[in-house]
């Protein structure tokens, strides 16, 4: 299993960017699949997730409202709609797939993309 995550850049405070993944194999036996961010300095934290089966998400407090994930099973893509940014959304943000999340934990068997670099301005 191979993700390839791209569309982050560098935007203006209230602007809005699209992050896409594409996965390539076989990712049927995993469960969900999530966007996590790492921000200079702090720990990594799942931002967006996304069952696989039954659409079900779920999403950070800081960004309830602003971020939504989506995905294509035919395509084996997942999406995240990054609207109303925030210089403290500023972080490389990762496309992941496992079998499943508790809170921020990975549960199970998981594959990571390589991260793609949001940089929001002031």
């Known amino acids: 299993v191979q993700l390839q995550a791209y569309g982050g850049g560098l935007v203006q405070a209230g602007g809005f960017l699209r992050l896409s993944c594409a996965a390539s194999g076989s990712i049927s036996s995993f469960n969900v699949m999530g966007w996590f961010r790492q921000a200079p300095g702090k720990q990594r934290e799942l931002v967006a997730s996304?069952?696989?089966?039954?659409?079900?998400?779920n999403y950070a407090e800081s960004v309830k409202g602003r971020f939504t994930i989506s995905r294509d099973n035919a395509k084996n893509m997942v999406y995240l709609q990054m609207n109303s940014l925030k210089p403290e959304d500023t972080a490389v943000y990762y496309c992941?797939?496992?079998?499943?999340?508790?809170?921020?934990?990975?549960?199970?068997?998981?594959?990571w993309g390589q991260g793609t670099l949001v940089t929001v301005s002031s």
């Open positions: 996304i069952n696989k089966k039954n659409g079900n998400t």
């Open positions: 992941n797939v496992a079998t499943e999340y508790y809170g921020s934990y990975i549960i199970g068997t998981t594959y």
